[in-house]
C-alpha cells in the first residue's frame, strides 16, 4: 500500500522559512512525479511545487516560484519543500501527492495524483 505522511507544518512569522517533509512509502519513489499542493480557508486545492521522479524536473507555481524549492532523497524515502520568504498568502494546508504517470508539470497543473498524505497546517503570520 502506497502511503506518503507529510510533517513540518507550523505558525511562522512572515520572512520566515519552514521546511515540510513528506516521507513515503519505497512503492512511492517510483512514481511518475511527486509534488507538493495547498489548500487555503475558502479556496481551491493548488499544486505549488512538483518534481518528476525520472529526471528530477521542477515545476513551480508562479506564486512560488523563486521561494520555494522542492527535492527528493531516495536514500531516506522523503521528499522536501522548503519554503522561504513566507508570506501570509503561503498560510494552508500542505498536501504530498504522488502521481503514477505524467511529469512535474502535469501532476501540479493537473492534479492528476492517485495518493495523498495527511496534510500539515502552515500559518504565516504578517
Known amino acids: 500500500e502506497v502511503q506518503l505522511a507529510e510533517s513540518g507544518g507550523g505558525l511562522v512569522q512572515a520572512g520566515g522559512s519552514l521546511r515540510l517533509s513528506c516521507a513515503t512509502s519505497?512503492?512511492?519513489?517510483?512514481?511518475?512525479?511527486i509534488g507538493w499542493f495547498r489548500q487555503a480557508p475558502g479556496k481551491e486545492r493548488e499544486g505549488v511545487a512538483c518534481?518528476?521522479?525520472?529526471?528530477?524536473?521542477?515545476y513551480y507555481s508562479d506564486s512560488v516560484q523563486g521561494r520555494f524549492t522542492i527535492s527528493s532523497d531516495n536514500d531516506k524515502n522523503t521528499v522536501y519543500l522548503q519554503m522561504n520568504n513566507l508570506k501570509p498568502e503561503d498560510t494552508g494546508v500542505y498536501y504530498c501527492a504522488s502521481a503514477m504517470y505524467g511529469s512535474s508539470w502535469y501532476l501540479c497543473t493537473w492534479n492528476n495524483a492517485d495518493t495523498w498524505g495527511q496534510g500539515t497546517l502552515v500559518n504565516v503570520s504578517s
Open positions: 518534481i518528476s521522479s525520472s529526471d528530477r524536473t521542477t
Open positions: 519505497r512503492f512511492t519513489l517510483v512514481a511518475a512525479a
